[in-house]
């Protein structure tokens, strides 16, 4: 078992340093507990700048909180988390000037039904990042142009479907400027025929070079789109491999066993 822990790490080691990017994103030996309830155990990854990392598991393996380590909406127990150079394991840190460079899009869009599209993208690039509404506005537009729903700016999020408010919540990150794109099951929620579209979205943001975290259960977009597909179990992050290695020999067993009953 020792060994097999080497590995994945050392994977992920060759595969940044190809890229020769900086870390954006690095857990070493990082655990964390819900009372006496160990969640996460020894995780030990990292995240190049402009990678795409795609996360599986079964549910109630720990995606969501390791996803949720990120931008410290979960603190860590013990270990280290230095995310965009900030050392979350340190306890005085200015959380907000730090989550501003990490955005985040949920299975349920968390769109205020009573503001428009438009001033759902607004607001916090006003508020937080200072910008005018005329700013604010002019950039809103041009990421609603990018996920192809610009039309929809005055309408609210009731009048639309499921995969245009999806791509409403990805508008708003982007206007943020983000370092760091953090996505958890952004699909799980949608009608079948709207998933293509919002990960075609995704799909095209990481081409253009976003470093993207994603938790999905989509295993084509992640044969397709991820750099890396890192595999959790019962806390532990199981088989840490390129996409390819992944979906044609994975390592381990119970990776074997989970892909077997999805594809
Ligand atoms: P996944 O996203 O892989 O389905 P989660 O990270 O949501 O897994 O949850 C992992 C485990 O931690 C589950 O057993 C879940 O019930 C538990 N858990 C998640 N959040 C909390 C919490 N706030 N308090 C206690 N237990 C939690
Ligand atoms: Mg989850």
Redesign the pocket.
């Known amino acids: 078992a020792g060994k097999s822990g080497q590995q994945p790490a050392q994977a992920a080691f060759q595969h940044s340093a190809n890229r020769r990017r900086f870390l954006l994103i690095e857990f070493k030996r990082v655990n964390k507990f819900?009372?006496s309830?160990h969640?996460l155990k020894e995780i030990d990854l990292t995240v190049s700048q402009g990678e795409v990392v795609v996360i599986v598991?079964?549910?109630?393996?720990?995606?969501?909180?390791?996803?949720?380590c990120i931008n410290r909406l979960?603190s860590i127990t013990d270990g280290e988390l230095v995310v965009n150079g900030v050392r979350l394991h340190d306890k005085r840190i200015d959380i907000n000037r730090f989550r501003r460079d990490i955005g985040m899009v949920f299975q349920h869009f968390n769109l205020y039904p009573h503001k428009k599209v438009i001033d759902n993208i607004i607001l916090a690039p006003m508020k937080v990042l200072g910008m005018t509404k005329a700013e604010a506005t002019d950039k809103a537009m041009t990421y609603l142009k990018r996920v192809g729903i610009a039309d929809k700016a005055d309408s609210y999020p009731s009048q639309l479907s499921g995969g245009q408010q999806q791509r409403v919540a990805i508008a708003r990150g982007l206007t943020m400027n983000p370092k760091i794109m953090l996505f958890?099951?952004p699909t799980s929620a949608l009608d079948p025929e709207m998933i293509g579209e919002v990960l075609d979205v995704m799909r095209s943001l990481a081409h253009q070079g976003m470093t993207m975290v994603i938790?999905t259960h989509e295993m084509g977009f992640a044969r397709e789109a991820a750099d890396r597909i890192v595999f959790?179990d019962e806390?532990k992050i199981i088989e840490d491999a390129t996409a390819s290695e992944f979906f044609s020999q994975p390592r381990e067993e119970r990776a074997r066993t989970f892909l077997s009953r999805l594809l």
């Open positions: 819900f009372g309830f969640v598991g079964p549910s109630g393996s720990g995606k969501s909180t390791l996803l949720r979960e958890d099951e938790v959790m806390g």
